[in-house]
């Protein structure tokens, strides 16, 4: 038998040991997980765009659908859909229906990188679509189009309806990004008319998401090697925050990072996210990112292909052509999630860092 000082002793051990438990689960519950989302049928969520249903009160991720376990990895790709009402738990929803059609793992066309914006009830989008489902014209596809679609908050998934394509015939475009600023709509895509030799990037303007005019694009750090010292990016963004525009790119080095005071004049920050981190399935470079602001918070959603063997392609030559080599598996990406910070006025990330949600 125990005397009773001894009982009391266990009795304290026992009830920190139940107390240290208890803190340590309500922590891992709270802890965004790595990875954060993959697609369960092929595996390869790319270029996710993230936003917040008003009517449905959850936030919703559309993720570019490849499909890295079939030689055919880049089109005939649907848009995922992904929800979750406190961003940490994340549940698969199908795939978009557009006029109708869709809601398979295997779209009837090609859908890439949507760019999606709330107003008025409505969630609109501007995606980069090909009419090419097998690669005839190379692994890419032929050209693209950026396309309108829209749909009610109430139907985010099932709803999306044509509204029209953004351009003529005469460009082929990838990647649109889309935000306010005002009581203006301002969507920018990269894009390259017929003969040209370089692609350029667009910006149009709406107040009504009807009638669109040219804006011409300021003349700055964005997409200028001078200053970059690349000549490829790709995969706009644009958000505000902390009293600024920011802009990120996808330069296949990590993440270009803008800023800008009025959305015009754009000053060149440096590079983030370039060398992979320790999280799990975190250990690769960055690609193709949008970010959401909750509670003060910024936060970046971006794809990683843990298994992609960069190193080979710069031996062999231009990455973005010896993508081709890499074996089926090495093509499968996952979402991500890191929390961005502000330090001597430049936007910084450390992957590395667990972080908690409320």
Request: net charge neutral; with cysteine; proline share 4%.
């Given at each position: ?354 972080f908690e949600l409320k």
């Amino acid at each position: 038998m125990m005397n009773n000082t001894l009982k009391f002793l266990v009795f304290l051990l026992a009830s920190f040991c139940f107390v240290a438990c208890a803190h340590n689960n309500s922590k891992k519950q709270n802890e965004v997980p790595a990875p954060l989302f993959v697609d369960p049928n092929y595996q390869g969520s790319c270029d996710p765009e993230i936003v917040w249903n008003e009517h449905e009160q959850q936030w919703y991720i559309y993720y570019t659908a490849r499909r890295p376990m079939l030689e055919n990895t880049w089109l005939q790709t649907p848009i995922g859909v992904a929800v979750s009402k406190d961003m940490i738990n994340w549940e698969f929803k199908g795939y978009c229906k557009f006029d109708g059609v869709g809601g398979e793992k295997d779209a009837s066309s090609t859908f890439w990188a949507p760019a999606i914006i709330s107003a008025n009830d409505t969630l609109h989008m501007f995606v980069t679509w090909k009419p090419d489902t097998i690669p005839t014209q190379g692994a890419w596809g032929g050209q693209g189009w950026i396309v309108h679609y829209k749909t009610p908050l109430t139907n985010p998934v099932d709803g999306w309806q044509k509204v029209s394509a953004l351009h003529g015939d005469n460009l082929n475009t990838i990647d649109a990004t889309v935000y306010q600023s005002k009581n203006q709509y301002h969507v920018w895509f990269k894009g390259k008319e017929k003969g040209a030799k370089k692609n350029e990037l667009y910006h149009l303007t709406t107040s009504d998401f009807t009638n669109w005019q040219e804006a011409g694009f300021s003349k700055s750090d964005v997409f200028n090697s001078e200053a970059t010292g690349s000549n490829f990016e790709e995969a706009p963004y644009i958000f505000q925050w902390k009293g600024k525009y920011w802009l990120i790119t996808d330069p296949h080095n990590g993440f270009f990072v803008y800023s800008s005071a009025d959305a015009e004049n754009w000053e060149f920050q440096g590079t983030i996210l370039k060398e992979g981190g320790t999280r799990n399935l975190d250990n690769s470079m960055a690609r193709h990112c949008s970010v959401a602001v909750k509670d003060g918070r910024a936060f970046i959603f971006y794809h990683v292909e843990p298994w992609r063997r960069y190193d080979l392609e710069k031996l062999k030559g231009e990455g973005r052509k010896r993508i081709f080599d890499q074996p089926l598996k090495n093509r499968e990406s996952v979402l991500q999630m890191a929390e961005l910070e502000i330090r001597n006025n430049k936007l910084y990330c450390d992957r590395n860092k667990t972080f908690e949600l409320k």
